[in-house]
């Protein structure tokens, strides 16, 4: 393959990696803000190895929540890639 046929392939990389990084990103954000609001509301942490360590799971709301909060940016530096 030359270049000039791989470039397509190059540039969809690229987005694609944009994207789901993007997409984690924001998942993480929702996750923090959710973690830190429950530890608000009742104060306990789970405890290992007698370090205070907060455990948390991402799930697809997250990612979502994430998504919705921070829509504007992605979907325009993605139209951006398309024209």
Excluded: W
Aim: charged letters at 25%; zero cysteines.
């Amino acid at each position: 393959m030359t270049e000039a046929e791989m470039a397509p392939y190059a540039l969809l990389g690229l987005t694609i990696q944009f994207f789901v990084r993007a997409l984690v990103q924001g998942g993480l954000e929702m996750l923090r803000r959710d973690m830190e609001f429950a530890s608000s509301v009742d104060g306990k942490t789970r405890r290992q190895d007698g370090d205070a360590r907060r455990i948390g799971m991402l799930t697809p709301a997250h990612i979502f929540d994430g998504i919705m909060a921070r829509k504007d940016v992605i979907f325009k530096s993605l139209g951006r890639v398309g024209t």
